[in-house]
């Protein structure tokens, strides 16, 4: 960090001889049509990483322009984005003011984070970010946001982690896993839509940012304008209505400013049959201004939802059901529909800032965030009885237990008519549950099936502190500090006995596999045989602790011809997990805390813009970090045990991007070729195995934890937007993401079986040059964006390729094609990667603004997604880690999917006063 700073005063030093004339930009903005004032909207020359907001009279200011041409863009909330060119040639120049037109429907159809790759099966599956990103004035990013984002792409393949959310300057990502739960929000467009997106390495005045960026969400009371707004959506996607309602004084003459929001989204049933929502949110801001110098605000809000999810499934079951929204979550229960995989969460959050402006050239920014809450998701348990989910292979037409005599072709039409005719054989049979348990009952047993409940309690305290300091006219250096505290205790309760009388907290597995050893039973041995109520705990109970400490510092430069910037940023992170139960398997390593594991890592970047001319700018910028691993990647099987992956150690991820921008006020053009390499990484993925022949040893069914350690791979592309004002209502955009991910190492993977059937066992993992999963690698999109006299039309269509089904890393060892000659068709079968199909989209959109005696606002929008109704795209899916070591049947246990939905539709109404 020495070396670091040190450096900084030099350039410092260095470049304040450089001879250079520099002057001011000032301006208003206001609403086309009211004349208005607009506050919180983004005035950025990018390529001089220069910024301001507007305040709440709508007035900006930026100081230390170099002298020249300028392309000005002025984004933010719901307006459109606007371009201006100035040739700034004097000490100060005031603008004409700025006239912003709304959006079509005020962006209602965009605005909301869809849910669709929220209610996916896989729990390690990234959350989308892409739906934070269309505030940008990037065409290339904001275009990724809105279009791309329901096809879960993610930029550049970066995971979700790599990309930062903060709210008011603080951190809101998942200290588990570091990815974002968007649902802590959910319905709360209104207060969330004051957002500044900064591109991947990019500087901002917040935070060091991550390597893919960051959007930091501004619900500061002062910064919303006065208004009343209430508005009706209805739409055929994840819920059908919602209604929000928005009311802020805007900033008053006594400095206060209060700004409030509500919501309630709801269905009976989503797109997919079986599905339902029930969300509302809230929302709160506070703010008192102390004359100019200080300002203190309050933000609270939360938003609690529950909501009946999809899974994926095999092929053969969307066959079956002549759909390929098919979900096995659900089933009749009383002649209601009822689904067994229930998500809810509720995690509020509470905010509080203080703004000091110590003077016209330093400013110190201070946050306490504190959150709590819990997340959890429901599914189906049971003891000593059949599978009861559908879709379970063995209830499928093409398992048959001989693999060597054929099928039989009367019992598989018989099935098959079951499956098409009979809903109880289709779906979950939850009469048939409840009878089972009945029956038990009259002879004292324990239920034979349960709902339980995965639960997630939270507790988290964040502090940020941000001094911005103009050094100079050329210099303006940022630092900050910032440290979270976190617990998050996991744990099981019993949702549901389904008529059943009782059940009894012991590992059904090891009691059938290991008869004689009673203490392996026992999931907690200071509770032997407890016996579990309704809201009991069982099964698992521990706590996951984690602390992080961030110092970070940044200096931007800013010339006639160059400007560049350097960030250096050092975090120390430390974790532990705490075992409430003591487990009789590890009766020695799961009980009380385990040890701490500690990482001191660092990150430096540093960036270059070289303006050719006022048009025409080259940009590069450079990055290295080490960052260390999440708790959710480093212990093994913390539901049962303190053993974390073999040699834990921080990823290392370094690379860069070079583009060339062209900004004239009738065209925009972004091309980027960028570089990044990521070095020892590791994944944990949990499942369950059911009973299988493994070279030539039997293994009883237990739960599986594949450690995969020493993963580096390559991310590389092209990203292309561009922009065409073809008249004053008129303009085309196309955009394009091109990219090549792979795998460049062949990891150690590490097989651990929770009921120690067999030792751990490690082997190497085959997949060098293996596509990275789970994102299209190549996304193109163009249209056209119409506004002529409060009219809004946007038409564009899409393509996506190049998205891989994520793997099972088993079916890439040694093991998995021992026996087989050179030459067998089954080698390729079984270890090459599977392509998802391609797919081409168009999506419309089309709105109208009617202004009633310059007081009263009315928006309406629909939006049409998918409108050819393409219904054979998929989306998602993954190979099962499951595999048949003995006959090499792929077709065991193949794998499942997610289909893009078909046309759907999005109609918002708002009023505003």
């Known amino acids: 960090m020495k070396r670091f700073f040190s450096l900084l005063g030099f350039f410092l030093f260095f470049f304040s001889f450089v001879n250079a004339q520099n002057g001011k930009m000032s301006g208003k903005i206001i609403e086309s049509g009211t004349g208005k004032a607009v506050s919180n909207i983004s005035i950025k020359i990018s390529v001089l ?70 209610d996916q099966e896989d ?45 008011n300057g603080t951190d809101v990502s998942d200290a588990e896993n570091g990815r974002i739960t968007f649902n802590d929000w959910g319905g709360l467009n209104d207060a969330m839509r004051n957002k500044q997106v ?108 529950k909501r009946g999810t999809q899974s994926a499934t095999v092929q053969e079951a969307y066959d079956l059901s002549g759909s390929n929204y098919y979900n096995p979550n659900w089933g009749y229960q009383n002649g209601k529909i009822r689904n067994a995989r229930v998500r809810q969460n509720h995690e509020p959050e509470f905010i509080l800032n203080h703004i000091w402006n110590i003077n016209d050239k330093t400013k110190l920014t201070t946050a306490v965030n504190y959150s709590f809450g819990t997340n959890s998701w429901s599914s189906l348990n049971w003891y000593n009885a059949p599978d009861p989910r559908p879709d379970y292979y063995r209830y499928l037409p093409s398992y048959h237990p001989n693999y060597i005599d054929p099928i039989d072709q009367f019992t598989q039409n018989l099935i098959t008519q079951q499956w098409q005719n009979d809903v109880n054989v289709r779906q979950i049979n939850w009469d048939k549950l409840i009878q089972i348990n009945k029956l038990g009952n009259m002879e004292g047993l324990q239920a034979n099936y349960i709902v339980e ?75 032997p045989n407890k016996v579990i109520h309704q809201d009991d705990k069982f099964g698992y109970d521990y706590v996951a602790h984690m602390n992080d400490v961030n110092l970070w510092g940044q200096g931007v430069f800013t010339y006639n011809k160059v400007d560049f910037f350097a960030a250096a940023s050092l975090t120390e992170t430390e974790f532990w997990r705490t075992g ?77 991007d070079a583009s060339y921008i062209m900004r004239y006020p009738w ?35 237990t739960y599986v934890n594949n450690m995969m350690t020493g993963i580096a791979r390559i991310h590389q592309g092209v990203e292309f937007g561009a922009e065409i004002k073809a008249t004053k209502s008129l303009k085309f955009f196309a955009v394009a993401a091109i990219g090549k991910y792979i795998y460049t190492s062949r990891p150690q993977t590490t097989i651990s079986y929770d009921n120690g059937s067999m030792p751990d066992t490690t082997f190497t993992t085959y997949i060098k040059n293996f596509n990275i999963p789970s994102t299209p690698q190549t996304a193109l999109s163009g249209g056209l964006k119409y506004n002529y006299k409060f009219w809004f039309l946007d038409i564009n269509a899409n393509y996506y390729d190049n998205n891989w089904l994520s793997f099972s890393a088993e079916r890439r060892t040694a093991d998995a094609i021992s026996g087989l000659g050179p030459g067998d068709p089954l080698i390729a079968a079984i270890t090459q990667e599977q392509k998802l ?68 539709y999005f109609l918002n109404v708002s009023f505003r006063i």
């Open 198 to 305: 900064y591109n991947y390495t990019e500087p901002t005045p917040y935070s060091f940012s991550n390597i893919g960026g960051l959007t930091n969400i501004d619900t500061r009371a002062s910064n919303y304008r006065k208004q009343i707004k209430l508005s009706y959506s209805l739409t055929n996607r994840t819920y059908r209505d919602r209604i929000m309602l928005t009311y802020s004084t805007g900033l008053m003459k006594n400095g206060w400013a209060i700004t409030l929001s509500g919501s309630r989204r709801w269905s009976q049933e989503g797109y997919v049959q079986g599905t339902f929502y029930d969300a509302w949110g809230y929302f709160g801001s506070i703010e008192k201004r102390f004359g100019t110098k200080h300002s203190l605000g309050l933000t609270i809000f939360g938003a609690p939802t």
């Open 123 to 167: 729990e390690n599956k990234d959350q989308n970010i892409s739906g934070l990103l269309h505030s940008s004035d990037d065409i290339f990013t904001s275009t990724a946001g809105y279009i791309f984002g329901s096809m879960s792409f993610r930029p550049r393949g970066y995971d979700a982690d790599n990309r930062g959310v903060l709210i």
């Open 580 to 656: 409430n139960y003591r487990n009789g398997r590890y009766p020695d390593n799961s009980y009380g805390d385990s040890k701490k594991y500690s990482f001191l890592n660092y990150a430096i970047k540093g960036g270059v813009t070289y303006k050719i001319t006022g048009r025409h700018y080259l940009t590069a910028t450079g990055f290295y970090e080490t960052k260390a691993p999440y708790f959710s990647n480093t212990f093994v099987s913390p539901r049962t045990r303190n053993t974390v992956v073999p040699d834990v150690k921080s990823e290392t991820a370094f690379g860069g």
């Open 667 to 701: 065209l925009n053009i972004r091309l980027t070729y960028y570089y990044t390499r990521f070095l020892d990484g590791a994944t944990v993925v949990s499942y369950y195995q059911d009973q299988l022949t493994k070279n030539f040893v039997t293994l009883p069914g």
């Open 837 to 904: 199909k391609s797919g081409f989209t168009m999506d419309v959109s089309i709105g109208k603004s009617i202004r009633i005696k310059y007081k009263y606002f009315i928006n309406i929008n629909l939006s049409v997604t998918n409108i050819l109704n393409n219904t054979s795209i998929q989306s998602w899916g993954y190979e099962q880690n499951r595999f048949d070591f003995t006959n090499k049947n792929l077709d065991l246990f193949p794998p499942k999917y997610l289909y893009y939905y078909g046309r759907t």
């Open 453 to 527: 409940r995965n639960v997630t309690k939270t507790s988290q305290i964040a502090f940020n502190t941000t001094i911005n300091k103009e050094m100079s006219s050329h210099a303006t250096i940022t630092g900050g500090l910032n440290f979270k505290l976190y617990n998050g205790q996991h744990y099981k309760i019993l949702d549901d006995l389904l008529g059943g009388n009782y059940w009894v907290n012991i590992d059904q597995f090891n009691k059938t596999d290991f008869p004689g050893d009673t203490a392996s039973w026992q999931l907690d041995l200071n509770h």
């Open 49 to 118: 990483n220069m910024s301001a907001v507007s305040d709440q009279e709508g007035f900006f200011e930026i100081k230390n322009i170099p002298y020249g041409k300028h392309t000005v863009t002025i984004s933010g909330g719901s307006f459109e984005t606007y371009e201006t060119s100035i040739d700034l040639n004097a000490a100060s120049v005031t603008l004409p003011n700025i006239e912003l037109k709304k959006k079509a429907g005020e962006g209602e159809g965009i605005s909301e984070i869809s849910t669709i790759v929220l």
